[in-house]
């Protein structure tokens, strides 16, 4: 399983972070470079800094430069 993040702006000030989590090994496709699932999940809206914020928080559990 692969995670990967993207901010897209929402509205006004506020954008969103979506995590993309890419499945391997069901092989729900008869091609191998293909990935079985690819889910797109909202999963934090806020400023732009406080989303990097969010995504460093989940990449490596914790923040630094503050």
């Known amino acids: ?4 993040y993207k901010v897209r ?3 006004g000030n506020t954008y969103e972070v979506i995590e993309i ?3 391997y090994g069901e092989r729900t496709s008869a ?3 293909e990935p079985d ?3 797109e999940n909202k999963v934090f809206q806020g400023g732009l800094a406080d ?4 995504i460093r928080l989940q990449e490596g ?3 630094y430069g503050f």
């Open 51 to 54: 989303c990097e914020a969010y």
């Open 9 to 11: 702006f929402f509205q």
């Open 37 to 39: 699932t690819v889910e």
């Open 31 to 33: 091609y191998d470079s």
């Open 21 to 23: 989590v890419t499945t």
């Open 61 to 63: 559990g914790y923040m």
């Open 1 to 4: 399983m692969k995670r990967e």
